[in-house]
């Protein structure tokens, strides 16, 4: 049986991607809300660092908001940080006293915390946008979250013309098509490969990714 054209939904392509990637080692989410950025992708996928995977396993996982708001570098000063997150809903007064991911350095009155012993856990991140229904917007989205990730690409379950591929070199963005018949993605423009300048972004995404996986590969539902 051949699934039609129109049992193809973003949602449904999404999960075909999502079992791709993840079949390839990837560490994958769909629909992620990325802190620091405006639209979410069809499809994240990270490639973790085995090194970094154990770290998290023996130390715990760290809350995807901790590395956006703190700095490996810099100390960030407690009321700073504490308003920042609480605005959006977050508290992580156990996290910060008792978890070994952070330290802590007191000045006078003042209290400054940055991340400790990090590194980002990913070698590679992957965006996919699956929103074929609306192709101009899904470029804008891969856009503006280019700069969080290492490539980019569009899935459509349908061939598109020469004008709309040129219109994704031109974005940087690659572009796939899903070959329902017999699963297979073909790609007919490739990402370009490009370093992750938004780090703050990207490390809030890597920690998203791995929390959600490692809450599955560890056992807990």
């Given at each position: 049986?051949?699934?039609?054209l129109?049992?193809?939904t ?9 079992a ?24 994240a ?21 901790i590395?956006y ?41 003042a ?5 400790r ?41 349908f ?22 018949e ?40």
């Amino acid at each position: 049986m051949v699934i039609s054209l129109s049992d193809i939904t973003e949602e449904v392509l999404s999960l075909v991607v999502a079992a791709i990637l993840a079949s390839q080692s990837y560490y994958v989410c769909l629909q992620p809300e990325i802190l620091g950025k405006k639209y979410r992708p069809s499809v994240a996928a990270i490639k973790p660092k085995l090194s970094e995977l154990k770290k998290r396993v023996e130390r715990g996982v760290i809350p995807p908001e901790i590395v956006y708001y703190l700095d490996d570098e810099q100390w960030t000063g407690e009321a700073n940080f504490t308003s920042e997150t609480k605005e959006c809903g977050f508290s992580f007064r156990e996290f910060l006293d008792n978890s070994t991911w952070v330290e802590k350095k007191v000045d006078g009155e003042a209290t400054y915390w940055r991340l400790r012993d990090y590194q980002i856990p990913s070698r590679e991140c992957v965006m996919v946008n699956c929103g074929f229904e609306n192709p101009i917007r899904a470029v804008r989205t891969l856009r503006e979250l280019k700069d969080c990730c290492n490539r980019a690409y569009l899935v459509f379950p349908f061939y598109v013309d020469e004008d709309f591929l040129d219109h994704c070199v031109d974005s940087g963005v690659g572009f796939q098509v899903f070959h329902r018949e017999v699963g297979l993605l073909k790609e007919l423009v490739p990402a370009e490969f490009e370093e992750v300048k938004n780090h703050k972004s990207f490390r809030f995404l890597c920690e998203l990714v791995l929390r959600e996986n490692l809450r599955y590969r560890l056992g807990e539902k």
